[in-house]
């Protein structure tokens, strides 16, 4: 029983830890696109900033891929390296419950700092100059609580599955 108490104390400070780190790098490389060109994200914004501009020139859509794709990764992988390294620091004696908690719990980590960090306080209640899309100023849709409240849901559910296929795959290994 003390067995299983460590790793659970093991698995949730790892969880933590590992999701720390993913919401730093995630972070960084959305904050770093956004101060670059804001259109990179245009998809991401609420709907009355996207009608007010006109669609994404295909540079735009290249730096879309250029940011978008190794933070797609990034965001499967450090969940991925976490739970496999769990796994392997218990000697493989793991529950699959405790895989997919580790696993779904570093997105999720990532998930509300992106929701409170960057949604709420930072696009919503500062709206510094450098996520304001030019002829944007001052739209209602920068301070759409709400907007940024759905993607957190629709996000947990991914964080949920995201878990689950990790947790699969881990397993297997």
């Known amino acids: ?4 108490g460590g790793l659970i104390m093991l698995s949730v400070g790892k969880m933590i830890l590992d999701g720390i780190i993913l ?9 770093v ?3 670059l060109n804001p259109r990179i994200w245009l998809q991401d914004f609420p709907k009355d900033i996207q009608n007010e501009v006109p669609p994404k ?5 290249r730096l879309s891929l250029v ?6 990764i990034v965001l ?5 390296v976490s739970t496999l390294t769990l ?3 218990s000697d493989g004696i793991i529950s699959f419950f405790l895989l997919f908690m580790n696993a779904s719990g570093v997105a999720f980590i990532f998930n509300l700092v992106d929701w409170l960090l960057l949604d709420w306080l930072m696009f919503c209640t500062i ?8 002829g944007t100023e001052g739209m209602a849709g920068y301070k759409n609580y709400c907007f940024h409240f759905r993607g957190f849901v629709v996000r947990t559910v991914l964080s949920v599955v995201a878990g689950l296929v990790i947790a699969v795959i881990v397993s297997f290994l």
């Open 67 to 72: 940011f978008g794709i190794p933070l797609l």
């Open 127 to 134: 709206t510094p100059r450098f996520v304001v899309i030019p």
């Open 76 to 80: 499967f992988a450090v969940p991925f």
């Open 23 to 31: 919401s730093f790098l995630a972070s960084l490389s959305i904050v």
């Open 33 to 35: 696109s956004l101060r």
């Open 57 to 61: 020139s295909q540079n735009e859509k």
């Open 87 to 89: 796994k392997h620091q």
């Open 1 to 4: 029983m003390a067995r299983l």
